[in-house]
Every structure is written in structure tokens, then in C-alpha cells.
């Protein structure tokens, strides 16, 4: 009797703003999920959000499809698929909706104000890990400067810019939202449906990779 072969997929992870792959270095998944890195490309001068997601859809290929992202990584994710055909979506401290993001960043959003960031500000990396990350980290900084490292000023100015201006008021029915109820960056009171993880912060893909490696084969594989 012939054995039935596993179901293969392909999982792509994309960080979030600032970080590099080593965010998930605590990840574990069983070997018929094959993980693949996403990193960050350079965004050209004045390079629209749609361009730069069609350069990073290409780097996808497989079937069985599933993209993890994390923080702004998780609406990279979301755009993506709306461009390849994916099995699910995975979005971790992040938001489904424009509607989610923070009242300053709507606010700032509606009146331009995210155009005249202090990016400068950002170069001290005290400064860009708590934005990052959130200011939960303040006692372990110095532990989390290996996972962000991707600080060119002019990525951080677009970053910003994409993050603040997203238009998206639909998500797809295959996408599961984890967020943590301490996230600081994206507060829990904004965010609807999804799995909230009790006292979990911004920085939980790193924080609570046991409760990831329990539960992510299961969410992948759920229809």
C-alpha cells in the first residue's frame, strides 16, 4: 500500500519595516513547510507601492502558496496577493485595513503630516528600534539591533509614507490576523478579527515563537 505524500508548502516570510529575515530565526515548522525569506529590496526614487509589489511578487514562485508577514511586512503580503494566487495569508502585529491603522497615523495620513516625518530622528537606533518594534523593548534593545538593520534613509521615508497612505478596506477570506494585545505600535482596540494573543507586544514574532511553532502548521493547513 503506497503511502500518502504530505502536502508541500511553500511559506514565504517578509519582516517588517527596518528588520531582515533573522526575525524569524526562532520559527520552526515541520519540513513539508518549506520556508523561504523575503528581504527588502531598495524602493526607487519615488517608486509607486503597486511597482514595488510587482518587483517582490516575482520572487515567488511554487505551489500551495502561503505569505507570512509581519508588521508592514503583513500589508506587503496582502498586496501581493492580490496580484498571485496564494493559499492563505498570514499577517502577525500588523493590520487588515486602512481602518486599523492608529488614529495618529490616520490623522496624519488625512492631512498630509506623514510627508514631514523627522526621518533624521530614525538614526539613532534607540529611536528606530522603538518605533519598530515598540516601546516594550527599552530593557532589551540592545538584543534586538542584529534584527534591524536595514536603515537607509530613504526606504525609511517610503516606508513610512506606504504605511501611512494605504487605501485597503477588504481582506480576503483565506487571511488570518495574530496580534498581540500589549502591540503598542498597532494598539488591539482598532484591530477585529483576528487571534489576539494575551500580553503578546509588537515584537511577539520573536517573543512567542513557541506559541508559532505550535499553532502555524494547524492555520496553514485549515480550510
Not at 527596518?18 to 523575503?38: C, G, H, S, V
Not at 500589549?182 to 488591539?188: A, C, R, T
Request: charged letters at 20%; glycine letters at 4%.
Amino acid at each position: 500500500m503506497s503511502q500518502i505524500k504530505e502536502k508541500i508548502y511553500e511559506v514565504y516570510m517578509m519582516p517588517g519595516m527596518a528588520a531582515n529575515p533573522l526575525i524569524f530565526e526562532r520559527i520552526i515548522l515541520p519540513k513539508n513547510f518549506k520556508i523561504n525569506y523575503l528581504e527588502w529590496l531598495m524602493p526607487s526614487e519615488n517608486e509607486e507601492f503597486d511597482k514595488y509589489i510587482s518587483r517582490l511578487s516575482k520572487l515567488i514562485i511554487g505551489k500551495n502558496i502561503v505569505l507570512i508577514g509581519v508588521s508592514f511586512g503583513g500589508i506587503i503580503v496582502q498586496e501581493i496577493a492580490k496580484i498571485i494566487s496564494v493559499h492563505k495569508v498570514i499577517i502577525i502585529s500588523s493590520v487588515k485595513t486602512s481602518k486599523e491603522l492608529p488614529f495618529l497615523m490616520q490623522l496624519g495620513k488625512n492631512i498630509g503630516a506623514h510627508k514631514f516625518f523627522p526621518v533624521n530622528w530614525l538614526e539613532s537606533f534607540e529611536s528606530l528600534a522603538q518605533f519598530a518594534l515598540g516601546p516594550s523593548i527599552n530593557k532589551k534593545i540592545e538584543l534586538y539591533r542584529k534584527y534591524l538593520s536595514v536603515r537607509d534613509k530613504k526606504y525609511l521615508r517610503w516606508s513610512i509614507d506606504k504605511i501611512t497612505s494605504w487605501n485597503n478596506d477588504n481582506y480576503p477570506d483565506n487571511l488570518i490576523h495574530i496580534h498581540g494585545t500589549h502591540d503598542l505600535v498597532f494598539p488591539s482596540i482598532y484591530i477585529k478579527d483576528a487571534i489576539f494573543i494575551k500580553k503578546a507586544t509588537h515584537a511577539m514574532i520573536l517573543v512567542n515563537a513557541k506559541w508559532f511553532n505550535e499553532n502555524l502548521p494547524n492555520l496553514i493547513c485549515k480550510n
